[in-house]
């Protein structure tokens, strides 16, 4: 059986969400609910892990992480194991009233490839997301982040993000490719402009899923191809 461990479940639909229905699920939260299929549930056991908070640093989320690593090693040490973090400009930490990040791309990159190179070295697959687009201009009726949130500022985080798994050899996804490519670029926020609404979640949960499922099998080709020699 293998591990998928799930890091980015701090994002959410927006609303009070007081009766979830399976359309008011996180892409995370869908992810761990269809692995509980009769069919699915004997090969894989999926953990949203939620470390990368906006109150915390990539930095302080390597250290909770790799003490999660450790455990897991230490009970199965030849255990498949599947991480995929999504980390963005909540991590970041952006500041409202400057537009500014506390930690620009250069740092946030070096934080980043610290917490990828904790997975790596616990020999598990590992998949990155970048960040996702904002609309600016439902954004400007509805938040102050208007000011200081923008799609420039999300492309130059989420080139930093594809190098930091060019660097550790990892797989790459831009959800903002997702959504263009299925032509729902323009229906996947919610009302505010920076949260992914439910066809947001569902559409990138599909993404994620695939993505993580064709690299378990390129991780079982590549051992395969390994034990041969």
């Known amino acids: 059986m293998r591990t998928i461990l799930l890091e980015g479940s701090a994002d959410h639909i927006g609303g009070v969400r007081q009766s979830l229905t ?29 470390q990368t908070q906006p109150d915390r640093t990539l930095f302080e989320a390597a250290d909770t992480l790799s003490s999660t690593l450790r455990d897991i090693r230490q009970q199965d040490a030849n255990r498949p194991l599947s991480v995929v973090i999504a980390a963005g400009l909540g991590e970041a930490k952006l500041y409202q009233e400057t537009g500014h990040t506390k930690y620009g791309p250069q740092e946030f990159g070096q934080q980043l490839i610290r917490l990828s190179e904790l997975v790596k070295v616990s020999d598990a697959r590992l998949l990155l997301i970048g960040p996702h687009h904002v609309d600016r201009l439902r954004m400007s009726e509805s938040t102050t982040l208007s000011f ?40 996947t926020l919610d009302d505010e402009g920076y949260r992914l609404n439910r066809v947001g979640h569902a559409a990138l949960y599909i993404a994620v899923r695939d993505a993580v499922y064709a690299d378990m099998l390129t991780g079982i080709d590549k051992d395969s191809a390994e034990s041969e020699r």
């Open 22 to 50: 399976d359309m008011d699920l996180t892409w995370p939260e869908r992810f761990a609910r269809d692995a509980q299929n009769a069919d699915v549930e004997q090969f894989v056991d999926v953990q949203i892990i939620n």
């Open 148 to 187: 200081a949130l923008n799609n420039r500022l999300v492309s130059a985080y989420s080139a930093i993000t594809r190098r930091a798994a060019d660097y550790v050899q990892a797989s790459y996804l831009d959800p903002r490719r997702v959504f263009r490519e299925r032509k729902m670029l323009s229906r």
